[in-house]
């Protein structure tokens, strides 16, 4: 079976899992009391079951199960220990996410429970970002193990609270993440291919199953929502992403791209952030806010990207539809220009294509400008 087709399988089992698993998840939260009730910042009008992290946890396991069964793709976890800390750190933030999802835990007890789970993946998975690559220069800076652990720990615990923070709309946190973790697989698959390292690697492995997950997750999670993923779902999530993006910059050697000038040393730079620029600046737009008015940065409010598109005018999922577009465009467009030789053409679609974002986005208030 050639390797892609090894892929598409464990992205496949993942999404059969995480569907049929999504109704069990669903009984249990409601038998439970894990359910959230509509209050002022929410969007939702009706009692809804949360849990569904435990059904994306379940599709991806049974995923990597498979995978360790397969011709190609075992020698992932003989060659390293990443697929394995993952586990790990997504049963201690999912299980984390579950208390949270029932008994509403308080947000130092919140990160001091993703501090742990970041860093269990760490230490026990070995997944560290090991060299940092900078724009000045030609070599990357060396961190030493204890750095290496701590800076990994830390994007760990920013990627989960911007995948937390986004997650407010039917459908939003599973659909951009699984855009997010496409995108991530196609690079990843794309430096595999080039040699950079082996074909059966742990960012892909892990970005194939993630996104499975997620595509299985979604029909039960779209609006209008039988079930949201909760913060067991969407913390859960937002580590397997951080651990994609660690190991696909750590294995990468950008001298080895074949590129001529700098640009292979923004690349580990310039990706990673790309494809999480629609959370992680929700989550910088976010903190400014609420520390500019004395609140905590955790403070819940109602003023994310996705509250003001709907009082721009958008419907709920037309919403999430503009946001999965944003999200697309950021992250392919990285991904192009990470492994195409044109990088001005790539330029030319991103820009005409963002325009054409601006365009879609502010469509109610053009209209609403034209009536009487």
């Known amino acids: 079976m050639h390797p892609s087709l090894e892929y598409a399988l464990v992205g496949c089992i993942a999404a059969i899992g995480s569907y049929l698993f999504t109704p069990v998840a669903r009984q249990l939260a409601t038998k439970w009391g894990a359910v959230a009730k509509p209050r002022d910042r929410d969007v939702h009008a009706v009692d809804t079951p949360r849990l569904g992290g435990i059904a994306l946890l379940v599709g991806f396991a049974v995923a990597m199960v498979v995978a360790h069964a397969l011709p190609t793709l075992r020698s992932t976890f003989a060659d390293g220990t990443e697929i394995g800390g993952v586990l790990w750190g997504g049963l201690i933030i999912c299980g984390l996410g579950v208390i949270d999802d029932r008994y509403e835990l308080d947000s130092l007890t919140k990160f001091a429970g993703q501090v742990l789970a970041a860093a269990v993946m760490s230490i026990v998975g070995g997944i560290q970002l090991l060299t940092l690559y900078v724009p000045w220069g030609h070599t990357g800076i060396v961190l030493d193990r204890d750095a290496s652990v701590e800076l990994t720990i830390l994007l760990t615990v920013l990627t989960i609270n911007a995948i937390n923070f986004i997650d407010g709309l039917d459908g939003l946190a599973a659909g951009v993440t699984a855009i997010q ?38 029909p039960h999670n779209f609006a209008p929502a039988r079930i949201f993923m909760g913060d067991s779902g969407s913390m859960l999530v937002g580590l397997m992403l951080s651990a994609a993006a660690t190991t696909a910059v750590s294995k990468l050697d950008p001298q080895s791209l074949g590129r001529t000038g700098v640009l292979p040393l923004y690349l580990p730079l310039i990706l990673p952030l790309a494809v999480l620029a629609l959370p992680f600046g ?15 940065p955790f403070a819940p409010d109602k003023e994310h990207l996705h509250h003001r598109l709907m009082e721009l005018g958008h419907t709920h999922r037309r919403a999430v539809l503009v946001l999965y577009f944003w999200s697309a465009v950021l992250a392919f467009g990285a991904v192009a220009m990470a492994v195409t030789r044109g990088p001005w053409l790539v330029i030319s679609v991103v820009g005409a294509l963002l325009l054409a974002g601006i365009l879609i986005t502010a469509i109610p208030r053009l209209r609403s400008a034209r009536l009487p």
């Open 181 to 218: 973790g496409i995108a991530f697989f196609a690079y990843s698959y794309h430096l595999a291919a080039a040699g950079n390292f082996g074909i059966a690697a742990a960012p892909t492995l892990i970005c194939a199953g993630l996104v499975g997950a997620c595509l299985g997750f979604l």
């Open 282 to 296: 929700d989550l910088l737009l976010a903190v400014i806010r609420r520390l500019r008015r004395g609140q905590s």
